[in-house]
C-alpha cells in the first residue's frame, strides 16, 4: 500500500497551504469575533478552483480526486474552521450529488455557477425533529403538473442565510416511509423560500447556520434530482462523501491545536525552563502528533477508497468518528498545555476548543457514525 501523495497531490497541499496562510490567517480571529461570513475569502478560493474541486473541467471545475478535496479542507480548517465546513458542504453535500444524480442540463445550468462561487450551495435534510433519522423528515412536495409544491422546514443549515442554491429533502410519498423521500434543486430567489432564525452558536462562529421555511414553494419537475423515491439513497451518497470532509476538517483542527502547542510550549517559561522541556508536556505533544497523523491517514484512506470507486460508507465513519474525536481531544490538550492562557480569548487554542465539538455532531454524529460500523461489521 503506498501512503505517498502524487506531485498533483503535494501541489495542492502546498498551493492551500500558502493561500490559508497569506489570506485566510490574518482575518480569521476577526471572523470568528464578528461572525462574518467570509465572502471575500470564498471569492478568492473559486479562482484557485476550490469552491469546485471534484467538479469536472467540462462544468469548469477544478476536476481533482476526493485525496485532494481532503487535503484543501484540512488545510484550510487548520486556519479556519468555519471556512473548511462551508467549502466542505458546498463540494460535497451539494456539487457532489449533482454530479452524479444531475441530468446532463442540470449539471449544465448548476455546476458551472458552483465552481465559480457565483451561488454557494447548502444542504437542506435537517428538520426540527429529523435529525439522525432523516427517514422521518415531515417535509412534503406534492405533485401539481409539470412543479411541485413544498411545504415545511429545515433547521442547522449550514451557510442557510448566505446560499443561493440549495439541495432540499422533502416527501412524496408518505406511504413509502424513507423511500418516499426526493431531492430537489432549489434557489434561493424561488417564491416561498425564507430564511428563519441564524443561530447564535458555541463556535465556527463565521459559518452562519440558520432555519428555513418553505410555504407554497413552486419548484420545477425539472429541478427534481434523480428519480422520485431517490432521496434518501441521494443524501446516504451525499453523505458519506461528506463525513470525509468533516474528518479533513477535524485533522485541520487538531493540526492547529498541535501546532499552537508546539510554539506556546517552546516560548513559555517555568522553573527557568522553557515548558517544552517537561516530560509532561513532551508526552501531550507526542500523543498529539501520533492521533493526528493516525486521523489523517484513515481520512486519506477513505478518500482513496472513493477515488478507486469502492464502497467506502465504514471507512468514511471510521474517520469521521476517530479524526472528530481527535480534533476535540487535541483542542482540549491545547488549552491545558496553555494553563491559564488557553482560556483566554487572545489565544488561538480558545477558538479551536470552541470549534472542535461541532465535528462530533454535524454530518452524523458519533454514535451514528458507530452504529453505521457496526452494520458493516455485522451484516
Known amino acids: 500500500m503506498n501512503f505517498e501523495l502524487t506531485d498533483n497531490q503535494k501541489m495542492v497541499r502546498n498551493m492551500v497551504r500558502d493561500f490559508a496562510e497569506n489570506e485566510i490567517e490574518p482575518v480569521a480571529d476577526e471572523l470568528d469575533e464578528e461572525r462574518e461570513y467570509p465572502h471575500e475569502i470564498l471569492d478568492k478560493m473559486s479562482d484557485l478552483g476550490l469552491l469546485g474541486i471534484m467538479i469536472p473541467d467540462e462544468y469548469d471545475g477544478a476536476g481533482m480526486d476526493t485525496v485532494s478535496f481532503a487535503i484543501a479542507i484540512e488545510e484550510i480548517s487548520r486556519k479556519c474552521a468555519a471556512t473548511g465546513v462551508i467549502t466542505e458542504v458546498h463540494n460535497s453535500l451539494v456539487a457532489s450529488p449533482i454530479v452524479h444524480y444531475g441530468t446532463e442540463e442540470q449539471k449544465e445550468k448548476y455546476l458551472p455557477m458552483l465552481a465559480k462561487g457565483e451561488k454557494i450551495g447548502a444542504f437542506?435534510?435537517?428538520?426540527?425533529?429529523?435529525?439522525?433519522?432523516?427517514?422521518?423528515?415531515?417535509?412534503?412536495?406534492?405533485?401539481?403538473?409539470?412543479?411541485?409544491?413544498i411545504n415545511g422546514q429545515k433547521t442547522f443549515i449550514t451557510s442557510g442565510s448566505e446560499a443561493g442554491l440549495f439541495l432540499v429533502f422533502a416527501v412524496t410519498d408518505k406511504s413509502k416511509g424513507r423511500n418516499g423521500i426526493s431531492a430537489f434543486i432549489v434557489?434561493?430567489?424561488t417564491k416561498g423560500f425564507e430564511v428563519g432564525d441564524v443561530f447564535d452558536k458555541l463556535g465556527?462562529?463565521?459559518?452562519?447556520?440558520?432555519e428555513?421555511?418553505?410555504?407554497d414553494m413552486e419548484v420545477p419537475e425539472e429541478n427534481l434530482l434523480g428519480?422520485?423515491?431517490?432521496?434518501?439513497?441521494?443524501?446516504?451518497?451525499?453523505?458519506?462523501h461528506g463525513r470525509i470532509g468533516i474528518g479533513a476538517q477535524a485533522v485541520g483542527i487538531a493540526q492547529a491545536a498541535l501546532d499552537e502547542s508546539i510554539k506556546y510550549?517552546?516560548?513559555?517559561?517555568?522553573?527557568?525552563?522553557?515548558?517544552?522541556?517537561?516530560?509532561?508536556?513532551?508526552?501531550?505533544?507526542?500523543?498529539?502528533?501520533t492521533r493526528t497523523e493516525a486521523a489523517r491517514l484513515l481520512v486519506y484512506n477513505a478518500a482513496d477508497a472513493a477515488d478507486r470507486g469502492e464502497r467506502f460508507t465504514k471507512e468514511a465513519s471510521m474517520a469521521k468518528l476517530f479524526a472528530s474525536e481527535v480534533a476535540t481531544e487535541a483542542a482540549d490538550e491545547g488549552v491545558q498545555i496553555h494553563g491559564g492562557y488557553g482560556y483566554i480569548e487572545e489565544y488561538?487554542?480558545?477558538?479551536l476548543f470552541r470549534d472542535a465539538k461541532i465535528t462530533e455532531i454535524y454530518e452524523g454524529t458519533s454514535e451514528a457514525q458507530k452504529m453505521v460500523i457496526a452494520r458493516s461489521l455485522l451484516s
Open 212 to 215: 428555513l421555511f418553505f410555504e
Open 265 to 289: 510550549s517552546q516560548q513559555r517559561e517555568q522553573f527557568g525552563k522553557s515548558i517544552s522541556n517537561f516530560q509532561g508536556v513532551q508526552f501531550k505533544l507526542a500523543d498529539m502528533e
Open 187 to 189: 434557489e434561493s430567489d
Open 227 to 240: 428519480e422520485e423515491g431517490e432521496g434518501y439513497k441521494i443524501a446516504l451518497s451525499a453523505l458519506d
Open 348 to 351: 488561538k487554542v480558545e477558538q
Open 124 to 149: 437542506g435534510g435537517t428538520e426540527p425533529d429529523a435529525g439522525t433519522d432523516l427517514g422521518a423528515m415531515q417535509t412534503t412536495a406534492e405533485k401539481d403538473g409539470d412543479k411541485y409544491i
Open 204 to 210: 465556527i462562529h463565521a459559518n452562519k447556520v440558520s
